[in-house]
């Protein structure tokens, strides 16, 4: 199955599936970054945006918020939930912005969806153009180099009568730009099961890599992947938050 398919599919579940994500933390902490290293503006966009969360957490801060998401039935969603926000229908690797903005995030590993490493260049590339100067491009990553392929993580929860049990771990084969994100959903209602199985591709980028990548573009300051506290990358974790600020 499809990722678009997967995801539209169960659009009106997906929060339940993102239970266990502290929106508001990440939030927070976007905010935070744009404050101490950016311009201290506050028009936002959100790549990758699903359905909404972020962006109705920093428009709670202030923030003229925008997203694009590749998924119609999301930003449907989106809209529902934060109608003070505008979504538009694109590609995070091709998109445009009708004004320069300060702050762009893109949380929940969503940057590799770009799949391939010239797309993460595009993508790059494009935020680089949408922001204005001293802005903030705001995103966690993964390094290729440190995947388990052994590791997953799995919760549970009910909506509706049913009982869902949702699990994801990344796969990556040691070598190339490709590695997959692995998604596995069960919805149970009385004695009915459902199951949604997907794997699709991800770019597989090692921290030092992207690094390279952004360098042209950016000052690139890469932390711990903890929302509690700025820590800066210890070298050795595998999970990161980027913080790019626009040269």
Partial sequence: ???????????????LMCADIDYQAQSD????????????????????CGTGPHISHLIDRGYASMGIDLNQPMLDIAQRHCPKAQFSQQDMCDFTVSAPVDLITCFLYSIHYSATV??????IKRSHTA??????????????????NSSSTSHTAKQGGSDFIFSSK??????????SLKLSI???TANNTQSWQDEHPMVAVSFEELR??????????????DYEKLVPWNRSSGNALFVCVKL
């Fill in 212 to 225: 390279a990548l952004l360098s042209p573009y950016f000052d690139v300051h890469i932390f711990e992947h």
């Fill in 1 to 15: 199955m499809s990722e678009t398919i997967l995801y539209t599919d169960l659009a009106a579940c997906y929060d």
């Fill in 170 to 179: 990344w796969f990556y084969c040691g070598e190339g730009e490709e590695q």
């Fill in 29 to 48: 902490t976007a905010h935070r970054l744009q404050q101490i290293f950016g311009n201290q503006g506050l028009r936002h966009l959100d790549l990758a």
């Fill in 186 to 188: 069960q919805k149970t």
């Fill in 131 to 148: 922001l204005e100067a001293k802005g903030v491009f705001c995103f966690n990553s993964v390094d290729k180099t440190k995947i388990d």
């Fill in 118 to 123: 010239e797309r993460l260049k595009d993508c």
